[in-house]
């Protein structure tokens, strides 16, 4: 038999702020290595929800483990064992890519001789070698946008968390921006993504779709499709997400 | 002559003590009358560069364009009174209420909600219940609605928007796109940048944009019309593997991710038998494929490679 492990797991998570209700009993499960959509409208709750996942958030009731870390007790631990990359670019621009890196995984209490030999690794990988010394800030977008991915997985976290990773990339670093989400899940780090490219949407193992506060659906794709009787992603999103305000 | 005309518009920055980036390198169009006309492409390409250059906050370095018979270096002035002009980033005052920003707005054209509340009504009616909020409280949704109310408060004849729909859900998208469509019936010329290549699809005509040029200029259709090659849509079991292993097939000329399927651009001619028991070799299962229509992104991606 197959074990899976679940490295998210949620049990009525809800977020009030005074009487309204952001993220309104959500139970769902990610498993290890998946490639997890977190999808909705703006508004719908998306970010309130990632923000307790990450332990930025004490929720206001429910239970949730993150990477087997209690979410309202060990948000140190599950900051630890986490990676994030925001939908700004969040690395230093007035920094070199070395020192970046240095700096993030520092923050990680990763040894040096650890940073010294994936530094060399990542530099190859992105096929950087040469550019490891200039400054972020002058490297064209889509560079930045990969790099700012290595760098939140840099540390070798359980999960990563990517809000929005592809808003305003052209379409060739799209997708080179996808081959690099599937390497990390083939590591066997679990990916927790939003977006707001309906394609990207196929991209996903399982999607989750929030509507007002709560998951109103998840399966995968092709599952989805069929239950909601249409041919592409966009369709599905349309039909359970057309809400007022 | 067209209603926006760019004749060979250049723009330089200054990054260094010797260093320029060319952010806008010669482009040229020419927008019609009451054309709703999309500048799409990722960013830097150029695009809030153009928009800034025809609303008169930026000098060109080279070129010349012209809005509405008024050129943007010269006679700013009239341009000014002319466009309405919604920037990429939320540009109203955060401390004043939905209803105070349209009121400053339309007072500093010299008019008044009531004379043009005609034009904003299907939009501002959405917002109005939360008059007296700040705008700086509003959701996104309800502010891109605020800014576009503000934005054509004075009647422009020509409507700037630049990246009107950048970080907003499919659902508002297709929403606003709704909106200009309307706007665009009372005659308004429409001038409007994206990073989404779906919506290229609702333009009258489109520039692709890409590194502060021009990939191509048409209607939708004549740009996917113009695609040379067939293109096969491609799904199996292991979607990854099964593009490393299309890259590999002789007649891929291209091959890349889009959506549920892969898409192949074919070098000569298609074979389907034969890419079926190449796949086959390979180990993959539950192949199915079809001949798949070319759309913009399949026309950006092949531009931006040639």
Same mark, same amino acid.
């Given at each position: 038999?197959?074990?899976?492990?679940?490295?998210?797991?949620?049990?009525?998570?809800?977020?009030?702020?005074?009487?309204?209700?952001?993220?309104?009993?959500?139970?769902?499960?990610?498993?290890?290595?998946?490639?997890?959509?977190?999808?909705?409208?703006?508004?719908?709750?998306?970010?309130?929800?990632?923000?307790?996942?990450?332990?930025?958030?004490?929720?206001?009731?429910?239970?949730?483990?993150?990477?087997?870390?209690?979410?309202?007790?060990?948000?140190?631990?599950?900051?630890?064992?986490?990676?994030?990359?925001?939908?700004?670019?969040?690395?230093?621009?007035?920094?070199?890519?070395?020192?970046?890196?240095?700096?993030?995984?520092?923050?990680?209490?990763?040894?040096?001789?650890?940073?010294?030999?994936?530094? &060399?690794?990542?530099?190859?990988?992105?096929?950087?070698?040469?550019?490891? &010394?200039?400054?972020?800030?002058?490297?064209?977008?889509?560079?930045?946008?990969?790099?700012?991915?290595?760098?939140?997985?840099?540390?070798?976290?359980?999960?990563?968390?990517?809000?929005?990773?592809?808003?305003?990339?052209?379409?060739?670093?799209?997708?080179?921006?996808?081959?690099?989400?599937?390497?990390?899940?083939?590591?066997?780090?679990?990916?927790?993504?939003?977006?707001?490219?309906?394609?990207?949407?196929?991209?996903? &193992?399982?999607?989750?779709?929030?509507?007002?506060?709560?998951?109103e659906a998840l399966d995968t794709p092709s599952a989805l499709k069929k239950t909601y009787g249409a041919s592409t992603m966009d369709e599905v999103f349309l039909k359970l997400a057309r809400n007022p305000g | 002559m067209g209603t926006v005309t760019a004749n060979n518009l250049i723009k330089y920055y200054k990054t260094g003590k010797n260093e320029t980036v060319e952010a806008v390198k010669g482009i040229s169009f020419d927008i019609n009358k009451g054309e709703l006309f999309g500048l799409i492409g990722p960013d830097g390409a150029g695009k809030t560069s153009l928009f800034r250059m025809f609303t008169t906050l930026l000098l060109p370095d080279g070129g010349s364009g012209l809005v509405d018979g008024s050129d943007i270096v010269k006679d700013y002035k009239a341009i000014r009174k002319k466009v309405g002009y919604m920037p990429g980033r939320f540009s109203l005052y955060q401390d004043l209420s939905v209803e105070e920003n349209l009121e400053f707005f339309a007072t500093i054209f010299n008019t008044t909600v009531r004379e043009n509340y005609d034009l904003i009504k299907?939009?501002?009616?959405?917002?109005?219940?939360?008059?007296?909020?700040?705008?700086?409280?509003?959701?996104?949704?309800?502010?891109?609605?605020?800014?576009?109310?503000?934005?054509?408060?004075?009647?422009?004849?020509?409507?700037?928007?630049?990246?009107?729909?950048?970080?907003?859900?499919?659902?508002?998208?297709?929403?606003?796109?709704?909106?200009?469509?309307?706007?665009?019936?009372?005659?308004?010329?429409?001038?409007?940048?994206?990073?989404?290549?779906?919506?290229?699809?609702?333009?009258?005509?489109?520039?692709?944009?890409?590194?502060?040029?021009?990939?191509?200029?048409?209607?939708?259709?004549?740009?996917?019309?113009?695609?040379?090659?067939?293109?096969?849509?491609?799904?199996?079991?292991?979607?990854?593997?099964?593009?490393?292993?299309?890259?590999?097939?002789?007649?891929?000329?291209?091959?890349?991710?889009?959506?549920?399927?892969?898409?192949?651009?074919?070098?000569?001619?298609?074979?389907?038998?034969?890419?079926?028991?190449?796949?086959?070799?390979?180990?993959?299962?539950?192949?199915?494929?079809?001949?798949?229509?070319?759309?913009?992104?399949?026309?950006?991606?092949?531009?931006?490679?040639?």
């Amino acid at each position: 038999m197959m074990i899976t492990e679940k490295i998210i797991s949620t049990q009525k998570l809800t977020k009030r702020f005074g009487d309204f209700t952001a993220v309104d009993a959500i139970s769902f499960e990610v498993e290890k290595g998946e490639v997890f959509g977190f999808l909705g409208a703006n508004g719908a709750g998306k970010t309130t929800a990632m923000r307790m996942l990450c332990g930025l958030s004490l929720p206001t009731s429910g239970v949730a483990k993150i990477a087997g870390f209690d979410i309202y007790k060990q948000t140190e631990r599950i900051k630890g064992s986490i990676g994030y990359m925001s939908q700004k670019f969040s690395l230093y621009e007035d920094l070199t890519i070395k020192e970046n890196i240095r700096f993030y995984a520092g923050i990680y209490g990763k040894s040096d001789s650890f940073i010294k030999e994936k530094t &060399n690794f990542l530099l190859a990988r992105l096929h950087l070698e040469k550019e490891g &010394n200039k400054l972020v800030g002058s490297l064209p977008l889509g560079w930045k946008q990969k790099l700012s991915f290595s760098v939140a997985i840099f540390h070798e976290p359980q999960i990563v968390f990517l809000d929005e990773p592809t808003g305003g990339v052209d379409p060739v670093t799209r997708r080179e921006f996808w081959n690099l989400i599937y390497e990390a899940a083939a590591t066997g780090i679990t990916i927790f993504v939003t977006t707001h490219y309906m394609d990207e949407a196929e991209y996903c &193992n399982r999607v989750s779709i929030m509507v007002n506060g709560k998951i109103e659906a998840l399966d995968t794709p092709s599952a989805l499709k069929k239950t909601y009787g249409a041919s592409t992603m966009d369709e599905v999103f349309l039909k359970l997400a057309r809400n007022p305000g | 002559m067209g209603t926006v005309t760019a004749n060979n518009l250049i723009k330089y920055y200054k990054t260094g003590k010797n260093e320029t980036v060319e952010a806008v390198k010669g482009i040229s169009f020419d927008i019609n009358k009451g054309e709703l006309f999309g500048l799409i492409g990722p960013d830097g390409a150029g695009k809030t560069s153009l928009f800034r250059m025809f609303t008169t906050l930026l000098l060109p370095d080279g070129g010349s364009g012209l809005v509405d018979g008024s050129d943007i270096v010269k006679d700013y002035k009239a341009i000014r009174k002319k466009v309405g002009y919604m920037p990429g980033r939320f540009s109203l005052y955060q401390d004043l209420s939905v209803e105070e920003n349209l009121e400053f707005f339309a007072t500093i054209f010299n008019t008044t909600v009531r004379e043009n509340y005609d034009l904003i009504k299907d939009i501002y009616v959405q917002i109005e219940p939360f008059k007296k909020r700040r705008a700086g409280k509003l959701s996104g949704g309800m502010k891109q609605k605020l800014a576009l109310s503000c934005a054509l408060i004075h009647r422009p004849v020509v409507l700037f928007l630049d990246e009107p729909t950048t970080g907003v859900d499919a659902v508002s998208r297709k929403e606003f796109w709704e909106m200009l469509q309307r706007l665009k019936e009372q005659g308004i010329t429409i001038l409007v940048s994206t990073p989404y290549m779906d919506e290229a699809a609702l333009c009258d005509r489109v520039a692709l944009m890409q590194n502060g040029e021009t990939l191509s200029i048409g209607t939708p259709k004549a740009i996917t019309g113009a695609f040379p090659q067939t293109i096969l849509a491609i799904k199996a079991e292991k979607m990854f593997s099964l593009l490393h292993d299309l890259h590999e097939w002789k007649e891929a000329e291209d091959s890349y991710a889009f959506g549920e399927y892969h898409h192949v651009v074919i070098r000569n001619r298609v074979n389907e038998e034969e890419l079926k028991s190449f796949l086959q070799n390979k180990g993959h299962s539950k192949v199915e494929m079809y001949e798949a229509t070319p759309n913009i992104e399949d026309c950006f991606l092949r531009l931006m490679k040639t």
